[in-house]
C-alpha cells in the first residue's frame, strides 16, 4: 500500500530549528487536508498540525508560535518547520492525510532535541 515518506529530522541543540519533508503521489496532497503527527514510545501518536485544502492551518497548543506548516502541490510535498525547540518536541514526526488513514503511514523521521 502506498506510503508516505517523511525526511529532515535529525539531532538539535534546545532552540534550533528542523525543517521536516513529506512526499507522497500528487493525488493524495491535491485531494485531502494534510497532517503531521508525532509519537514517544509509550505514548499514544498525536496531531500536531494540519493543513487545509485552501491553506488555512491549525496547530496543537504545545507548538503553536513555533511550528509552521506549509504544503507543495506541485512538488507533491509537506513540510514542518519547526523552531525554537524543545526536549518535550522529541519524538518520530510522521505525515498523512487529515484525517489519518492506516495505509498511509510510514516510517516517520526522528527528531531528537537535547538540552
Known amino acids: 500500500q502506498v506510503q508516505l515518506v517523511e525526511s529532515g529530522g535529525g539531532l538539535v541543540q534546545a532552540g534550533g530549528s528542523l525543517r521536516l519533508s513529506c512526499a507522497a503521489p500528487g493525488s493524495i496532497f491535491s485531494g485531502n487536508p494534510m497532517g503531521w503527527y508525532r509519537q514517544v514510545p509509550g505514548k499514544q501518536r498525536e496531531l500536531v498540525a494540519f493543513?487545509?485544502?485552501?491553506?488555512?492551518?491549525n496547530y496543537a497548543n504545545s507548538v503553536k508560535g513555533r511550528f509552521a506548516i506549509s504544503r507543495d502541490n506541485a512538488k507533491n510535498t509537506l513540510y514542518l518547520q519547526m523552531n525554537s525547540l524543545k526536549p518535550e518536541d522529541t519524538a518520530v514526526y510522521y505525515c498523512?492525510?487529515?484525517?489519518?488513514?492506516?495505509?498511509?503511514w510510514g516510517q516517520g523521521t526522528q527528531v531528537t532535541v537535547s538540552s
Open positions: 493543513i487545509n485544502r485552501d491553506g488555512s492551518t
Open positions: 498523512n492525510t487529515y484525517p489519518p488513514r492506516r495505509d498511509y
